[in-house]
């Protein structure tokens, strides 16, 4: 059952990824989106799970949360890192391609975890598993969607950008098959969805929507953004 519905999983990623690379000419507009899909899939997906799955405080305030800033701060940090070594190297001022297979690195990471959080489920029982399924596979989408966008985001290469594609929609499905093998602490998987929300975050805020306006400040724009944090609460929505 978990392997059936991470090839659901498998084929949806793809799909969000062959949109993506469909609409390249309207490029302002894509990434308008994309920033929507990640500010929804963090602030109605991933920081309310994260906190349902990681309650204990630290000092005050929930491990989840702290976790959530860490992995901004962690974003933020591998980001400037990435800039000054190109910028020592005398390139010239632009996008860093790292930064973009980096960040579809995490992504493919992302969705690895996404594909063990659903075999876990399924250990659980066979409700967990359908609603932490149905939440994996209608969120695929973005996912794909987003993997395209941020490695030709940052100049790599289209072949790079579908072999990133097709990496992050394979994970999934692996990440289920792992969980034959072991399982693993509810406490652990909330701290890892505050950070990877913490660092999605600060890809959307700080790289993904600045670009999206760069060169077309428009309304249309927004309105994608919108249409993106829309299209994700509907999903959440339609599966709680
Ligand atoms: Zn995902």
């Given at each position: 059952?978990?392997v059936?519905?991470?090839?659901?999983?498998?084929l949806m990623?793809?799909f969000?990824?062959?949109?993506?690379?469909?609409?390249?000419?309207?490029?302002?507009?894509?990434?308008?989106?994309?920033?929507?899909?990640?500010?929804?899939?963090?602030?109605l997906?991933?920081?309310?799970?994260?906190?349902?799955?990681?309650?204990?405080e630290?000092?005050?305030?929930p491990?989840?949360l702290?976790?959530?800033?860490g992995?901004?701060?962690?974003?933020?940090l591998?980001?400037?890192?990435?800039?000054?070594?190109?910028?020592?190297?005398?390139?010239?001022e632009?996008?860093?391609?790292?930064?973009?297979?980096t960040?579809?690195?995490?992504?493919?990471?992302?969705?690895l975890?996404?594909?063990?959080?659903?075999g876990?489920?399924?250990?659980?029982?066979?409700?967990?598993?359908?609603?932490?399924?149905?939440?994996?596979?209608?969120?695929?989408?973005?996912?794909?969607?987003?993997?395209?966008?941020?490695?030709s985001l940052?100049?790599?290469?289209?072949?790079?950008?579908?072999?990133?594609?097709?990496?992050?929609?394979?994970?999934p499905?692996?990440?289920a098959?792992?969980?034959?093998?072991?399982t693993?602490?509810?406490?652990?998987?909330?701290s890892?969805?505050g950070?990877?929300?913490?660092?999605?975050?600060?890809?959307?805020?700080?790289?993904?929507?600045?670009?999206?306006?760069?060169?077309?400040?428009?309304?249309?724009?927004?309105?994608?953004?919108?249409a993106?944090?829309?299209?994700?609460?509907?999903?959440?929505?339609?599966?709680?």
């Amino acid at each position: 059952m978990a392997v059936f519905v991470a090839l659901g999983a498998f084929l949806m990623t793809l799909f969000g990824g062959w949109v993506a690379q469909r609409v390249t000419d309207r490029r302002h507009l894509v990434l308008g989106l994309a920033g929507g899909l990640m500010l929804g899939v963090v602030g109605l997906e991933l920081l309310p799970e994260a906190l349902e799955a990681a309650g204990d405080e630290v000092f005050g305030v929930p491990q989840a949360l702290l976790l959530f800033v860490g992995g901004f701060l962690v974003a933020h940090l591998v980001e400037r890192l990435l800039a000054v070594r190109r910028a020592a190297h005398g390139a010239s001022e632009g996008r860093v391609p790292q930064v973009g297979l980096t960040a579809a690195g995490a992504m493919v990471g992302h969705s690895l975890m996404d594909g063990i959080a659903i075999g876990a489920a399924f250990q659980v029982g066979e409700g967990m598993g359908t609603t932490v399924a149905l939440a994996v596979v209608t969120h695929d989408f973005a996912d794909g969607f987003n993997t395209y966008t941020l490695t030709s985001l940052y100049g790599n290469a289209r072949r790079k950008a579908l072999a990133m594609l097709f990496a992050d929609a394979v994970a999934p499905v692996a990440g289920a098959a792992s969980t034959v093998l072991f399982t693993l602490p509810g406490e652990f998987l909330g701290s890892y969805l505050g950070f990877f929300g913490g660092a999605l975050l600060y890809l959307a805020a700080a790289e993904i929507l600045p670009e999206a306006h760069h060169e077309h400040p428009a309304r249309s724009t927004l309105l994608c953004t919108v249409a993106g944090v829309a299209f994700i609460w509907l999903m959440v929505g339609l599966v709680s």
